[in-house]
């Protein structure tokens, strides 16, 4: 009886652990304490590449001098007769930049500008009017057009996500996608970045540690970065045919009934 007795509880327990386990790593920053400074090693602002666009606008006292250098609202015809405009802004259409960096500006011609910020955009179009003494005090506005980021995997809301910002973190794009599902691996999130060349980087995070976070290279985000968010091996499990049954508490009453039977069938056997 003894026996049985020391069978019955090691099943309780077993029971207990495996329908009473608490998930581990689900929380961010976990080595984030009180008062506590982590400083990003290195902040990348979005630059400008090849086949972005940006809005360039230039405002003077003069509307018709401001008109010269602004691209023209242009209406085209598709091939269904539609009026269709190139305008993203109901004003002015938007310059795309070519592979070399480069964009053809009204009046000045080809300007390049690529690797700029969107400040820098701004301060060197005005530069180039001033000393062309075409304009005496131009106000330029630079926005970006299409900048933005993709969100997948294990995500409330996957999808691609445009901001119109100098500075995007791992944090907003997560944010912007409803942040991530109970079955996602926050310690090892994938950031995919694509260089000159069509080259692709692959950075590894782990959101449960602040530190490692905010000083990897892809705290800061990039235009057209990917992130993935890969499932955990209890989601990979439940995705394959034997979905995750070796760890359910039905599997445990199994083995529990199995153990109950062949300590009855040892204690009658040594009677």
Not at 145 to 151: I, K, L, Q, S
Not at 223 to 235: A, G, L, M
Request: glycine share 8%; proline share 4%.
């Amino acid at each position: 009886m003894r026996i049985k007795g020391l069978t019955s509880g090691l099943i309780a327990v077993a029971l207990l652990l495996g329908s009473c386990s608490t998930p581990k790593n689900v929380t961010y920053f976990q080595d984030a304490e009180q008062g506590a400074v982590v400083e990003a090693s290195k902040q990348l602002d979005i630059r400008v590449r090849p086949e972005d666009k940006l809005s360039i606008v230039v405002t003077t006292q003069h509307q018709d001098l401001s008109n010269l250098y602004n691209l023209a609202l242009v209406s085209t015809k598709s091939s269904g007769g539609s009026s269709t405009s190139r305008a993203h802004d109901g004003s002015t259409s938007c310059y795309t930049v070519d592979k070399y960096g480069d964009i053809s500006f009204p009046v000045l011609g080809k300007l390049h500008i690529g690797g700029m910020t969107r400040y820098e955009v701004a301060e060197y179009v005005e530069n180039k009017l001033k000393s062309a003494e075409q304009v005496k005090d131009p106000i330029v506005t630079v926005e970006f057009v299409n900048t933005g980021v993709t969100v997948i995997g294990e995500v409330q809301s996957p999808g691609r996500y445009d901001f119109n910002r100098d500075r995007i973190n791992i944090v907003d794009a997560i944010a912007m996608a409803g942040d991530l599902t109970p079955n996602g691996r926050r310690e090892n999130v994938l950031v995919l970045r694509e260089t000159e060349g069509g080259k692709q980087l692959s950075y590894r995070l782990d959101m449960t540690d602040l530190e490692s976070v905010v000083n990897s290279p892809a705290y800061h985000l990039q235009q057209n970065d990917v992130i993935y968010v890969e499932p955990t091996d209890k989601k990979k499990r439940d995705a394959t045919p034997l979905g995750n049954s070796a760890f359910t508490p039905s599997f445990w009453v199994s083995i529990g009934s199995l153990a109950m039977t062949v300590t009855s069938l040892i204690i009658t056997l040594t009677r």
